[in-house]
């Protein structure tokens, strides 16, 4: 009863059943990778993406075979081809993705097709180990693809070197295994170990790419969250400064009517104007349209009148524009912070401060007066460092993520920073 099973399965493998399979192998691996790509819009691109995961986790490959050399390059070319986002972002999924494939194809080929001459075995354990493998990590992939600023997939594509020039190793350099036995059972050892670090290597990436990830949403939401704070402590200041109107009201009022019945009409209408010029009745300042940085400018400007610096101020915001909320507050905040902590100390305490988004660009302009000669060791993008460089590196990255610019650095007693963003183009998925 075995034997005639057997080769009926052959026979079944060497029809259609191995195109089904090969197919199951790229489906599970397609699935496995969707989360941390960003496809082209197209689905043809989608269909060569499967097609090239299916070739590739069907491919027979072994320790000592030169098949991986020749795979590469398509698998690369295809795949850069089939996606979109960061270049940087893409080669270290592409390394992570491609080491996962051909660490399980190279393991199942040498190992378990050493004992399976008719290739039934090796053909039917693929699917299974990349079905259990996406089964094991799909409750952890998120619904829409993962993004990381450019230095974590700078710091990914460095960690995903690792298993690649492993895998390259093993199966590349023990060529010549078949020049003596002990070169192929040094071979045969030596794959065993690696292929396996290889695989688990892979799916740490994986796993280290959505805890990273997971850490950005946790510092955006952080970042949310100070820009309400900011506002609320606006709106608390404003019910401060009305609650302390309401109780001196009374005492307004009384004195009011000692000047009416004393006939000084003139110093009535003085006193009457002192009160409405006050900041209870003035309401929430409205320095642009746009709420987010309206908000933050408000408070911004609040405490550089309670430390007596003089603000020149000229912004031009629409209510919507095609940059986050968190990146807009910490170009604003950090801009603003930057700037009053580089009065200090300075003859004439003066900051100037313009902001315009119109025609597709976000321009910023801040100046301020500095005090003394700037400390050493602070990262500007100019050779005269200033006493600056707090929230400097995270706005140069926003603005490389906006494909703008970002200018820094002190002349002639002064500070002045420049921000140019192009508000036509979304910040790349992730950061292209």
Not at 14 to 32: E, K, P, S
């Amino acid at each position: 009863m075995g034997e005639p099973f057997w080769e009926v399965l052959q026979q079944m493998l060497r029809g259609g059943l191995w195109y089904g399979l090969a197919l199951l192998n790229g489906y599970a691996l397609y699935r496995l990778s969707a989360p941390f790509l960003f496809m082209r819009r197209k689905w043809r691109w989608r269909a060569i993406l499967l097609l090239l995961l299916t070739g590739s986790s069907g491919m027979v490959i072994w320790v000592g075979d030169p098949n991986l050399l020749y795979t590469l390059p398509v698998f690369l070319g295809v795949f850069f081809l089939c996606t979109r986002g960061d270049r940087v972002g893409r080669l270290a999924m592409c390394l992570t993705i491609f080491c996962l494939a051909m660490s399980v194809c190279a393991l199942l080929d040498t190992y378990l097709g050493s004992l399976d001459y008719d290739d039934v075995l090796t053909r039917l354990a693929r699917p299974v180990v990349f079905g259990g493998l996406y089964l094991l990590l799909r409750r952890r992939l998120p619904e829409e693809p993962v993004t990381l600023p450019p230095r974590l997939w700078r710091l990914m594509l460095g960690l995903s070197a690792m298993p690649f020039c492993a895998l390259a190793a093993v199966v590349l350099l023990t060529y010549t295994k078949y020049d003596s036995p002990a070169a192929y059972a040094q071979a045969m050892n030596l794959g065993l170990v690696v292929l396996p670090f290889v695989l688990l290597t892979s799916l740490m990436l994986l796993r280290a790419v959505l805890v990273l990830a997971d850490h950005e949403k946790l510092e955006q939401a952080s970042q949310l969250a100070s820009v309400r704070e900011v506002y609320y402590q606006g709106l608390q200041q404003q019910e401060t400064q009305v609650r302390r109107l309401r109780h001196d009201l009374r005492n307004h009022l009384t004195a009011l009517q000692g000047l009416l019945e004393a006939g000084d009409t003139p110093k009535a209408l003085e006193y009457l104007q002192k009160i409405s010029g006050s900041a209870a009745l003035g309401g929430t300042r409205h320095l642009c349209a746009n709420e987010t940085a309206n908000a933050v400018l408000c408070a911004k400007t609040g405490e550089m009148e309670r430390e007596g610096i003089t603000l020149d101020l000229a912004v031009s915001l629409p209510g919507e524009l095609p940059i986050a909320d968190t990146d807009l507050v910490a170009l604003l905040g950090n801009a603003l912070d930057n700037a009053i902590e580089g009065t200090r100390g300075a003859a004439e305490r003066r900051i100037t401060l313009r902001c315009k988004g119109d025609k597709g660009l976000f321009m910023l302009r801040v100046k301020n007066t500095i005090g003394a000669m700037p400390r050493t060791g602070l990262a500007t993008t100019k050779g005269d460092k200033a006493a600056h460089g707090f929230g400097i590196s995270g706005m140069r990255e926003i603005a490389r993520r906006y494909h703008g610019t970002l200018e820094a650095g002190a002349r002639e007693g002064a500070f002045e920073l420049v921000v140019c963003l192009f508000m036509g183009e979304s910040p790349a998925p992730p950061g292209a």
